[in-house]
């Protein structure tokens, strides 16, 4: 998949027919997946499957909702998954407020004209600005270009949206997330050094850098897998415990991802690794002494390889 970035200042050109799907596709959830697969069903022979995406939230770039602000897929995870689904090509806009000198949707169907647009899907709610999206809409008619609207998805009555993924990851609620998803929820970063004090503790965590464009679970104990990297594919997954906050036990301060991955001895620092987060299983607590966490860090240790065990 060829990815293509736009500033506002350049217009896109491609000579090659399109099936273009529009969104922001924060999450590739199971609903995009769903505007996906309805675009790869419309697609005639000789077109070719792409996606305009921004590479800021239009809502952020609009109404400055703070909750655009971090990401559930930041643009490499989400650009991977898009490849995944069959997706061609990406238009990445990066466009602030200010480059939009008339309405949202005519800045989008400007960007068009150089294109081959044959036929434009995109799932109901992306439409951001509502009243430039039905004007955006007439335009499209105008041109021949036909637009298919994919209404909401719903999962076990819930539809789906990243907004409402966003939060339950913020609540920790992994069950949902992962049906929402159609898979867990996975941050991807480096091992990086943190106070060496987990193998003293006997304990080792790695910790993960980089997780600032992620959206993050509340503070606590999860369990969950860790994908090991190795030339740019994962080739090891290993149960592991997440401890994912602020340790309050050892006097941290900043929220970080750290996993202990149950049964394994080896060195991991600088190696890539995808953190993905099965069950919430316990508050982080703040414990008098390091003797009193270590206590809980067993406990913690047998019900994970417990709930590991079990089929739920
Ligand atoms: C299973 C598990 C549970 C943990 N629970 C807590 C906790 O409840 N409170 C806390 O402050 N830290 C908790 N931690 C984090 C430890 O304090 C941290 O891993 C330890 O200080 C080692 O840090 P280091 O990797 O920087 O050496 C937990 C870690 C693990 C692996
Ligand atoms: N079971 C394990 N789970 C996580 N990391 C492990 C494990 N066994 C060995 N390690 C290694 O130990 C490091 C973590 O040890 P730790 O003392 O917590 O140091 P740091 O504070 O630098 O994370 C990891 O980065 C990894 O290289």
New binding site residues.
Partial sequence: MEMITVNEKQQLVEATPLTLVIGNFDGVHKGHQVILQKAREQMKDGEILAVMGFADHPLWVLKNDQDFDKKITPEQDKLHLLERLGVDRYYHLKITKDDIKTTFWEFVFEQLSNLKVNRIVMGEGADYDEASHTEFLNLCDWQGIEVTVVPKVKVNGTKISSRTIRDYIKEGLMDPVHALLGRPFTVTGTVVH??????K?G???L?LGEVDSYVVPKPG?YLGIVGIHEDGVISEYWNT?I?A??????N?HRYLI?A?LLNFSGDLYDKTVSVSFLRFMRE????DNLDD?VE??EK??IEGEKLMGQNW
């Fill in positions: 943190g106070e060496k004090m987990g193998r503790l304990f080792p965590t910790n104990v415990l401890s906050g602020y340790r309050p036990a050892v941290g750290e202990h982080e607590l703040n414990f966490l809980q860090m913690d240790k």
